[in-house]
T-cell receptor, first 113, second 114 residues
């Protein structure tokens, strides 16, 4: 069975500071990893994905994520946070050959002035 | 915004009733998945449809059923509604492949069962 853990329910950061949202996963075989963002009363928006290759993946809105196979982690990062980044962030994994996405419980990011 | 549209956006039903939710997939996408997102939780996989057939199912009872049509649009049907079925139901479309393709989500249907 595949699973995702997001250990922090909420992350608070000041605007302009770097942010990190943590994610660890468990899956059989090679993982396909994804980050999505959800704004209030909206669906999920795709941010970025890791399939293979370079461990640092760049995505939308200046976000990037670092894949670490030995630590089974896929942390989301941004060098300089914006107030508009405040939202609910979900990490998801899909096992190789599988068809379902398994999501974490989400991390609420709050960026303050 | 993605090209995935869901209807209706909000719905209130009574326990025991049946409900049908609809989804139009993004142009060019041939696979549709449905997810249930309870309040404060991450989305949970219900099932996926490809070529009009169910192609994977999560841990949901048979009263959750679906259809996919030749134009790749889809329906989610839930019979004998229970209070715990109250949630945001998300439809996602993607291209069939090795699993590396990202899914694009609609805005969801908020179902309230009273």
């Amino acid at each position: 069975a595949q699973s995702v853990a997001q250990p922090e329910d909420q992350v608070n950061v000041a605007e302009g500071n770097p942010l990190t949202v943590k994610c660890t996963y468990s899956v059989s075989g090679n993982p396909y990893l994804f980050w999505y963002v959800q704004y209030p009363n909206r669906g999920l928006q795709f941010l970025l994905k890791y399939i293979t290759g370079d461990n640092l993946v760049k995505g939308s809105y200046g976000f990037e994520a670092e894949f670490n196979k030995s630590q089974t982690s896929f942390h989301l990062k941004k060098p300089s946070a914006l107030v508009s980044d405040s939202a609910l962030y979900f990490c998801a994994v899909r096992g190789g050959g599988g068809n379902k996405l398994t999501f974490g419980t989400g991390t609420q990011l709050k960026v303050e002035l | 915004e993605t090209g995935v549209t869901q209807s209706p956006t909000h719905l209130i039903k009574t326990r025991g009733q049946q409900v049908t939710l609809r989804c139009s997939s993004q142009s060019g996408h041939n696979t549709v998945s449905w997810y249930q997102q309870a309040l404060g939780q991450g989305p949970q996989f219900i099932f996926q449809y490809y070529r009009e057939e169910e192609n994977g199912r999560g841990n949901f009872p048979p009263r959750f059923s679906g259809l996919q049509f030749p134009n790749y649009s889809s329906e989610l049907n839930v019979n004998a509604l229970e209070l715990d079925d109250s949630a945001l139901y998300l439809c996602a479309s993607s291209l069939a492949g090795t699993g590396s393709t990202e899914a694009f989500f609609g805005q969801g249907t908020r179902l309230t069962v009273v």
